[in-house]
């Protein structure tokens, strides 16, 4: 990026950001999904919603899988790289997404070479998007496999490099990848887009949403809440439940916390029939959990246990991991406090990790899992220096997905856009022309 003498004022960095939808038969077995893709700046300010700009999406039933061109997504992908390297340059290219020159004297004949956009031009800085994505259609290390499932660096699930080591010397410490280092690679991704200058898997953000909230956050909460009403409190499980909860509105409104969980008053919520608890809510009832979650626990903790003790240190370090994000609303990386939060994160897993095994020794089964998930949130801690988790979170991508929802239901039923979906169209500039020229490839 650094090549263009003017990139400080006249370069965008642009993201990438990719998305299952799903769109008819929700929750059931048949239910139908389309991915959707959409870009937006990173210096943009305001709302996720407003940022977003489509630019495709993809009916996976209807997908032709693959790793070369007559693959559905890297055929879309190639076309994508086409656009991303007009937008690097600056000015409207002379030939078509097939190479094919513009016949002379056409539209696009006559506007080629001249600037694209007034000067200014963009480049392809960050992916976003959650590991299913990743894997599924950027061809990237699937992220529950034992033997590498980060693309930034080279860690494992056991041994010297294992990711299970969270501190500041931590061995997969000294294998982040650079762009050479990754493009080295024998068995990197095949996805055309990383054909791109200055593109690599480096390129990649994990997302702290998918993480985080409705990551590892599900199982510590779901874990806690366990302890707590099997354990901790004297009542039967459904009545400490109810404890639990009255407190928990107790603190919300002492907190004036901005979003909550309308309920969260059975045991239902975070115990399912088989496998460890995990607690159900969307990521912002998650996120918004940490300062009331942990006064609520030192109401109900006994003071002379260690366990209770610790367990206490690890939510108020979740606390200050999310305030940080919090007071650093709207800017573009976490500035001065980035060391303090890295820091922070680190003692925190670390310390989650400890929580595990002594719940584990105690109990003789896994109550609370941790995941790569915890790994991945440790690189986007690094990079927090540079750019901050806000800004390749997918917050707001609710309202991406029910527009790509109404978009996507008119294309099935044939009749073509109705007059909701054009409207819808016009007010987010969608770039629709764009999939009617990906038929013919
Ligand atoms: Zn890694």
Redesign the pocket.
Known sequence: MTSRPNFYKRCVPLALHGDGVPLTGVGKSWQNTITDFSFYSLLGEGKTPDLLMFVYCLFDKLRKMGRDSTATAHRFFEILRWSFRIIWSGTWPSHDYNGRKYKPGSEEAKKAGKPLADGWYGILFSFCGDLDYYHSLLDLPNSRTASGP?T??R?TKYGPLS?QDYRSTAG?RTT?HTPASWSAQDDKSSCPLFGLPFVTGVNVCYDWLHCKYVGSDQYMYGALLRLLCFHVLADTAEKNMQAFWSRLKYEYKRHGTPIQFRYLNTIKMFLKKTGVAKLRGKAAEIKYLAAPFSAVWEHFKNPHLSLHADISLLLKLNKLIEDILIERKGEVSLGEDATRFEEALNAFLSLQSKVASCLQEASGENMMAITEKA??LQ?SAMLSKYLSPRLVWVFGGEDQQRRVQCLGKSAVKGNGPTKAVLKMVSKYRMALHFQFQTHDG
């Open positions: 980060c930034l660096c860690t990711w997969w982040c790994h991945f690189h």
